[in-house]
Structures are given as C-alpha cells and as structure tokens.
C-alpha cells in the first residue's frame, strides 16, 4: 500500500472508501522505520510516567463519557476532543498547540495507542461554506481528514473502558505542507490498537480548523461585522410598592438579579465581557436598567406565594443588592460609553411582537400599547445610561420574521428589523454570502443575520471542547466569506441568543477579537451595517405566516393570554378615572401590564404566568377596595323615608368622579331617589341617604351600583343586592274610609291625653318613615344598629344629605393625618 493509505488510515488515491488492514503491512523499506517509531513512542509514555503526565483513568476536564452522541463504535472506540487551539489563525514559521482529551469509549484496553495531528489532503485550503460543512458532518476517520504525520506523536498509556488522558501537540505550521493562505481542515487522531483487536489502525478523530494568513499576500477587504450584545432579564419589578418612613418603596417579585449584577452573575459577565470589544451594538431591555436603578436604594422583595397582595410587612422581605446593582451601573454606563460603540433601547419590557402579532394584533389598545412602551424605552435607556439611543428597532422572538410580524412592526414604528437569516434564506444558486442589509417593504430594513454563524453562540458552551470548536468554526465561516469575493467586502450580522449566557459571551468575544486580530474582520455598529448598500441578487421576500417555524409558534403567548393581559389596561384606566393621584398608580401598573408580554416569558413560562396572574389579582384587589359592603336586609317602614346605603374606600388616596346608583326590581312597589355622588377621602367609609316612596308592603329586591361619572360613564366594582323589607303602608281604597275615621278618632284622643299630662313634646321625634332606617344581621328586618362600616363620615359623607356624628376615618391617626404606606390599598 502507498505511503499516503498506510498515514490516512482509510483510503488510498483513487481508491475511496477502501480500509487498510493487517494484511497491507508496511510498505517494504518503511519497516524498521515503524518500529523505531513504536520503540520512541514506547520510551516517549516511560518518559511521560516519570514526568507525572496526566495517568490514565484521570478524567477529562470537562467530565466527559464517551456517549452514544460520541460517535463511538467497535471499530472506533475512543472519543477524541480538542479543548483548545493556541495561535488559532496559522502564520509562515509558526507553531499551533492543540490540547485535548483521548477518553477509550469502548469495552476493551486501549494499548500501543498515540495521538498525531494530520496534514491537510495534498495541502489544498477549503473554500467553500459547503465544504466547512461537510467537514463537520464527518463522524469516523476518513481520507479526506489528511495525513498522520509521524513527528510531533504524543504517546498514550493503556486505557481501559472509560479511562481517559490528556495529550499536548505542538506542531510546526511548515510541517502542515499548507499550500498557501487560506482555511484548513486540521485533524487529530489516535493510532493504536485494542486488547480484543490487535490490528494498528486509527480509533478516533478530532477535527477543527485552522486558518492560514500570510501578511504579504492577502488583500482581501474584512467583512464588515455588526455583533448584536443582549442585556435582558425576565420581569421582576412587581406593579406593588412598600412603605418606608413616609416613602415609597419598590418591590421586585424575587431577588435574582442581585447574584446576576455579582460577579461571576451572567449580567455582570456579559457587561464585563462586552467592554472589552470595540463597536459593539448593545441591545438593551429599558426595564431591566429600571429595576437596576430601584435596587440602587431601599427595595423590598415578595415572599414566595404572595404575588397578588398588597406589600405588607408580613409578605416581603428586605432586598439585599444595592451595591451590585449600583456598581454593575456604574459599569454598563461605562462600557457603552466607548467610542464606536452603540445602544439600541428594546421597547420597554421587551414585549413580545411575534405573540401579538400571531394572537391579539387585532385587541383594542395593541398600537398605543407598544408605542408607548417604544417611546418609554428611548427615555429609559437615555436617562439611565446618558447615551444616544435609537429606538425604532425591531426584534422579534429569535428572528424569526413573517409577514403578519412584519407588519405589527410596521404599525409600531420600527423602521429596522433583525432578522433571522432562516426566515429569508438563499437560492442554491447564490454561490457567495450576501450582506444583511436588505429592503423588506413597507419602507422597512431587515437586517438579516447568518444564522450558521448566529447558531454556533446559541448551544451550550460551557465546556473548553465546546468553546474551542464554537470559535474555530466562527473563524472558519468568517475566513471563508471574507475570500468569496476579496474586493467586495461582506456586512455580517450576528445575532446570539437573548438570553446570552457568560460562558457563550466569552467564546464570542474569543472569536471576534481573533478574527479582527487577523484582519479579515471590522467591527461596525449597526448603524453603519445598516446603511449599507443591499444585494439586489439577496432574497428580501418576507415569507407567510404558513412559513413560521412551528416550535417557535408553539412557546407564544396564547390570545387568551393577551386578552386578559390587555383587559387590564382597560380596568386600569377604569381606576384611574375616580383617582385624585393617578400617577401612583398609572406608571406601575401600565410597565406592569407590558411586562406581563415580555419576550423572557418564552424560556420561563409558569413564571410569566404567575406574573400575568400577580398582576391582574393585585389590580383587582385596588379596584375592589372601594366598595359597597355587602348588605342581606334592611326594613322601610311607612310610605316615605330614607334608605341608607354605605361605600367604603380601602385605598390610601382620595377617590371621587363616582356616584351610587340604587335600582329596584320593581319601582312600582318602591321608588328611589336620583344618584347620589361621591367625594370619599382615603382610608374612610361614608353613608349616602336616598329618599323613597313605599307603595306596597313587602319584599323588594334592590340592587346598589357604584359607576363613573363624566363622559362615558361606566359601572365600576360588583353590584350588590340586597331585600328591602317594606312594612306599614297603608293599602286599599276601603281602609281609607275606614281608616280616615279611625285616625280622627286618635287624633282627638291623642290631643286630649297630651294636654291632660301638660307634656312637652321630645327635640328631634320624627314620624315613622324618617326615621334613619339600618342593615341588621342576615335576616333581621326590624332595622337593628348601624354596622361600623355604615356610620355618617363627619363631614357630611362626602355627597348631598351626608349627615351624622364624627368619625375617625379608618387608616387615619386620631389627629387626622394618613397613615403611612406606599401600597394603594389599606386594610386586610
């Protein structure tokens, strides 16, 4: 067999596919060659034992077992892994040190085993995207991965089942045999044989690449490349405040962002990190930057199971993350600050387009929602971090684009949309990579980002081997489209996940600085990539709604969901409207109800709909705090007289624009009295009088309903009803006769008896039916007591008739002031 078979292992020129076996042997000439060979690698693992080498049976770094995800089979059983390249772009004279695990993944010892680096097949770059492909599909050794070289070879101890050792190769880039500039595969493998298989034959490959830039001959134009740097995190400002000496205080619903603002946090990682890239595009959530700010001071956090209730102290708990939060500020503000950098402000709370879009694009309130969650991010981001933002910026759930989110972001304003390069991808016969700027219609820009490029940041890379093979792939895609057409430079977006994790931020920045170190990239922002002049051959149409990816379709929020979450606009502006101090309550629960849709929600949902229901139990708990209590029967005794009804305010303002309406079942039998309105300070109860007119004895269903006043006006809270028991009214036209004589009668007695006692009359003794007529227990009609709730407010009950003795307004001192408290509701 040639000398070219017996190195590659597998196949021979011109004989594809064709496994070298026993029987080949050497080729004549070559063997004692071979067993100098055998005897230094045998001296080479004596010397290394002496050394303390890493042992066979230590494990690898990363843990790892061979797996069926390995690849491993009988006929290749060892798991092979290359965990770091030093120098991984390749110059003229230079030497590249791999360094790796060799783990035996099979059922026998591994024995007379060495691990050696393979020169590239007949010294020929890759130049294609398609071969870098393919070269990642490989599993087994074949040809086409090259030639063992015979020096530098790191000798292995015997391994048996699971047993594994690290191995150090530095190779010499002129003995690679590279043709010139270019990208090139380069493999390691393991030579050797098992206890069960006695045969010298290769047991497994690794395989990176591994670019070759010689100075003098490139001239290639770098790839303009726009690095998108996400700083989300999932809601945690709650719509609830506390109260601390006379001030409001902020609640969040846990405390996780104080670990994530901490050192080693991912926040902190990726602010850290990011800083040290140039032209950089910050990708900013407005909310997260608020909530960053609130725990720069006092802030309390809720105790598990307690999202709904007003902030008590028996329901949170004292936060504990000011001096992370102030210092990753201080940071971030920094960082963004750097010359060629960029910050794009997400609307505030990130709220997710391609859910609404899909679901409730066609909810009243949608558009003015999302406009102002757009301006309230531009605002957030300017404020908190002192830099120029742009704001008209859309990114819709991992990129992915069709035309009904294409047009939501159009209705929204959002003249620039970051697009994943699967939503618009290329013909087979576009044979280069074309640049991201492209027009989408409807006036818009996509910029669409290479999703082989974005994809290689969105797996888990919390492994060196998974590091190293992320950023030699980035290098090798970058190389490649850098040298498809030299003279035409390349705009590059790339777009890593939302939720980039610390370990996959570092991989990139590896990456990125590498690749600028070798001049076949430029940092831009995204500005200037977008600016740029599209490919008229790019494919810019915006696929249908048919086309969307169905596992990203399935992590959306339902229409359920965002009917009920923009329901609580319209509840909220209900409450607003009899507040005397809307904006202690508008501002956190509008930012409330925007969080309730962020895009976070997508990787946490049981959290977003602890969330969505935190915030509508809460509101619902304001708006039911200003109530009419709850009343069984009251008695009305006579023709005519007053019926007594009372509201309740549990809130710690003022609240007015509201007026009680009674409404019998059957005003024929009983007619009540018009409105009355309601002026009702905080923390009080008033009692509102209603004239009434009896026709019939008897029960009479009456229901009470608080509504609105002004334009509109609308019912605000739950009717209540009650019995209003009708006693002592006269009935028929013969009891008048006969009753007429009767009273005369009486009437003359009356008079008599009186002068005869010479008694003064009493101050105050009414007739019957004026009497103040009260709600005794469930099922009492005799008009009992009047009921805490129920007593007159001292001045007059806030509405026309109001009369009664002083009170003092529950939730007030006795000298009148309010009680402290940041939450809007008192009371239990």
């Known amino acids: 067999m040639s000398e070219p078979a017996r190195h590659s292992g597998l196949e021979a020129y011109g004989q594809p596919g064709r496994a070298r076996s026993a029987a080949d042997g050497p080729p004549p000439g070559r063997r004692a060659v071979r067993v100098a060979r055998r005897a230094a690698a045998a001296l080479g693992a004596a010397l290394a034992l002496l050394a303390a080498t890493p042992q066979a049976g230590a494990l690898p770094a990363t843990g790892a077992r061979p797996s069926a995800e390995s690849g491993v089979t009988a006929e290749y059983p060892v798991v092979m892994t290359i965990e770091s390249v030093e120098q991984p772009v390749a110059t003229p004279n230079g030497t590249v040190t791999i360094k790796g695990h060799v783990t035996n993944g099979g059922k026998s010892v591994l024995k007379t085993a060495h691990a050696a680096a393979r020169k590239p097949w007949a010294g020929k770059p890759l130049t294609t995207r398609s071969e870098l492909a393919a070269v990642t599909a490989r599993t087994g050794p074949v040809g086409a991965d090259g030639i063992e070289l015979d020096s530098p070879q790191f000798a292995l101890n015997e391994l048996g089942p699971g047993q594994s050792q690290a191995y150090t190769l530095g190779i010499a880039v002129s003995d690679l045999q590279l043709s010139g500039e270019g990208l090139y595969e380069l493999a390691v493998d393991v030579w050797g044989s098992t206890a069960d298989n006695q045969r010298d034959r290769p047991l497994g490959i690794a395989r990176t690449f591994l670019p070759y830039d010689d100075p003098a001959v490139n001239e290639a134009q770098p790839s303009k490349v726009t690095t998108l740097w996400p700083l989300v995190h999932a809601p945690v400002l709650a719509a609830q405040t506390a109260s601390d000496n006379d001030q409001s205080i902020p609640v969040l619903r846990d405390d996780s962002l104080t670990a994530e603002f901490s050192p080693g946090g991912r926040l902190y990682e990726l602010v850290d990190t ?102 309230a991010g531009r605002l957030t981001v300017e404020g908190r971090l002192s830099v120029d933002t742009r704001a008209d910026v859309a990114w819709p759930y991992q990129g992915y684009l069709d035309q009904q989110v294409a047009g939501l972001t159009q209705r929204t304003g959002s003249g620039l949309v970051l697009v994943n390069g699967a939503s618009l991808p290329e013909s087979d016969g576009l044979k280069y990579t074309p640049t991201a700027p492209r027009p989408i219609g409807n006036g818009q820009t996509g910029v669409v980002a290479d999703s082989t490029v974005s994809e290689l940041f969105e797996a888990d890379l919390s492994t060196p081997q998974a590091q190293t093979e992320a950023v030699q792939r980035f290098l090798a895609e970058t190389y490649v489209i850098s040298r498809q057409e030299p003279q035409n430079p390349r705009g590059l977006l790339v777009m890593p996940p939302r939720e980039l994790t610390a370990n996959n931020a570092k991989a990139l920045a590896t990456a990125l600085l590498t690749a600028q170190a070798g001049k076949w990239v430029e940092p831009v922002k995204l500005d200037v990539l977008a600016a740029g002049a599209p490919d008229p051959k790019a494919n810019s149409a915006v696929p249908a709604a048919t086309d ?110 509201l007026e009680l309406v009674l409404t019998p079942s059957q005003p024929n039998r009983l007619k009540v009295g018009a409105p009355e309105p309601i002026v009702l300070p905080a923390a009080q109860s008033v009692t509102l009088r209603f004239a009434a007119e009896a026709h019939n004895n008897g029960p009479v269903s009456m229901t009470a309903q608080l509504r609105t006043t002004g334009p509109d006006p609308q019912p605000y809270g739950e009717p209540v009803t009650f019995t209003v028991e009708v006693t002592s009214v006269t009935n028929g036209v013969l009891y008048v006769f006969g009753g007429g004589l009767v009273l005369l009668l009486l009437a003359g007695l009356r008079f008599y008896r009186q002068r005869k006692r010479r008694a003064p009359a009493e101050d105050g003794d009414e007739p019957l039916g004026d009497r103040p007529l009260t709600e005794g227990p469930a099922g009492d009609t005799t008009g009992g007591a009047a009921q805490p709730d129920e007593r007159p407010a001292a001045d007059g009950g806030g509405g026309p008739g109001g009369e009664g003795p002083a009170q003092t307004p529950r939730g007030r001192t006795a000298d009148g002031r309010d009680r402290a408290t940041g939450d809007e509701k008192v009371g239990p």
């Open 274 to 375: 990011g800083a040290k890239l140039p032209g950089l595009t910050w990708v900013v959530d407005p909310d997260l930057l608020d909530t960053a700010f609130a725990m720069t001071k006092a802030y309390r956090v809720q105790k598990p199971g307690t999202q709904g209730q007003s902030a008590k102290d028996d329901n949170v708990v004292q936060g504990g993350g000011q001096a992370a939060a102030t210092a990753w500020l201080d940071k971030l503000r920094a960082a963004v600050a750097k010359p060629g950098s960029q910050v794009v402000a997400l609307p505030y709370a990130d709220p997710d387009i391609a859910s609404i879009a899909h679901n409730g694009a066609d909810l009243p309130g949608v558009d003015a929602a999302l406009g102002k969650a757009a301006t």
């Open 548 to 657: 969307y990816p169905a596992q990203a379709r399935a992590s959306e929020l339902s229409s359920l969901e965002l009917t009920d979450t923009i329901r609580i606009q319209s509840e909220l502006d209900k409450l607003m409207r009899i507040l005397t101090l809307p904006q202690r309550v508008r501002g956190p629960f509008s930012a409330a109800m925007v969080r309730s849709m962020s895009t976070e929600w997508r990787s946490q949902p049981p959290a977003g709909s602890t969330y969505r229901d935190g915030v509508s139990t809460y509101l619902g708990e304001l708006t039911k705090a200003v109530k009419v209590p709850k009343k069984t029967v009251i008695t009305f005794a006579g023709d005519t007289g007053v019926l007594q009804v009372s509201v309740r305010n549990d809130l710690t303002q003022t609240v007015t624009n």
